[in-house]
Structures are given as C-alpha cells and as structure tokens.
T-cell receptor, first 115, second 113 residues
C-alpha cells in the first residue's frame, strides 16, 4: 500500500504569482484534505474534497482553490500569492468521506516560500 | 467554536524519564480527540485517538492519553522517553458535523541523553 505523496517538495515564488501543489492519495482513499502549516504553528484546515466535490472549507479566501481527479489525486491552487502564504502545505487522505472516526494519512508536505 | 490549547511550546526530558504533554480542548459537543507526531521534514503520523468508550487510549510507540471530560483535557504520556521520541507533537479535535480537524500549536519534545 503506497502512502500519500506530494510534489514538489520545495517551491519558491514571488508575490502575485500563482502556484499549484499536487497530492497523490493513498491507495483506496476517496477523500483528501489540505492544510496550511505556518512556521511554529499547527496545521490549519483549508478544504476537503470527497469524490471530486468540495465538501468542507476552512477560513481561507477564494484564491485558495482545489481539484480532485477521478483517480482521487488532488491539486491545491493559490492565486495572487502573498508573503503570508509562505508555509508547509500538507495533504491528508482518508477512505470514508471525512467521517469523524476516519483516520487521515498525511503526506510529507510541500514547503512554499513567497518572496 | 472548538479550539485546542497545548501547554508549553517546548518540553525537555531526560532519556528514561516520564513524558507528559498537555492538551486542553474547548468544545460544546462531545469531541473526538487525536494526537499526532511530526518528525523533521515529514508529515503528521497518528499516535492515538479517542472517539467513544474507554477514556484511556493506548497508541503506538508506548504512548497513551486519557480523556478527562471534567477537565476538558487529553494529556499525552509515555513512561520512559527514548531519544527517538524527539519530535513535534500536535493535539487535535474533531466534532460531530464538522469536516475539519482543529490542531493545537504543537509542543516540541526534546530528549536529553
């Protein structure tokens, strides 16, 4: 059983640019959640996708958007990058649509630096 | 609204000593509680979780946590620290009807030889 993978590992962008981060879910998982982890803080929930539809969103502006594909891989897109977007972006996959007892499996993250 | 507070951003223990990482939560409805560990340059790994039933939960690597509703706490313990336990630990909460997991700010555990 392969784990959750994310690409790229590191990324440097400048303010105003757009970025796409990718996540490959663990085999058999149909749900993916994205989190932003700023330096020295805990992860903050961005949104969740279940069977290609967004079914939950945290307090992030619309310039944070996502996609989930039929193979359950996922993308996080961020437009008009701001300095405060610099963070580790984590994706987590699970198999049960985000049920309370659903165990989330996290990828290693993508470190985004905005200059 | 739900929230999680982890007391102490840094905890240092000697190898072989008791590990105690504190977590308090705020929730108006019964919570589901989690502890995750994060090693450098890695994602989060689930240590243990409380859903319902027995309030003392055992996890991986010898860790356990006790849900105390009256104290709104879910402290993580391990009887004897190993050097390999040095990492960042996150307490988290989910509630019925909520999609998101809410994390605390984390506690970095240092283990001295």
């Amino acid at each position: 059983e392969t784990g959750v993978t994310q690409s790229p590992t590191h990324l440097i962008k400048t303010r105003g640019q757009q970025v796409t981060l990718r996540c490959s879910s663990q085999s058999g998982h149909n749900t993916v959640s994205w989190y932003q982890q700023a330096l020295g803080q805990g992860p903050q929930f961005i949104f969740q996708y279940y069977r290609e539809e967004e079914n939950g969103r945290g307090n992030f502006p619309p310039r944070f958007s996502g996609l989930q594909f039929p193979n359950y891989s996922s993308e996080l897109n961020v437009n008009a990058l701001e300095l405060d977007d610099s963070a580790l972006y984590l994706c987590a996959s699970s198999r049960a649509g985000g049920l309370l007892t659903d165990t989330q499996y996290f990828g290693p993250g993508t470190r985004l630096t905005v200059l | 609204a739900q929230s999680v507070t982890q007391l102490g951003s840094h905890v240092s223990v000697s190898e072989g000593a008791l590990v105690l990482l504190r977590c308090n939560y705020s929730s108006s409805v019964p919570p589901y509680l989690f502890w995750y560990v994060q090693y450098p340059n890695q994602g989060l790994q689930l240590l243990l979780k409380y859903t319902t039933g027995a309030t003392l939960v055992k996890g991986i690597n010898g860790f356990e946590a006790e849900f105390k509703k009256s104290e709104t706490s879910f402290h993580l313990t391990k009887p004897s620290a190993h050097m390999s336990d040095a990492a960042e630990y996150f307490c988290a909460v989910r509630v019925l009807g909520g999609f998101k997991t809410i994390f605390g700010a984390g506690t970095r555990l240092f283990v001295k030889a």
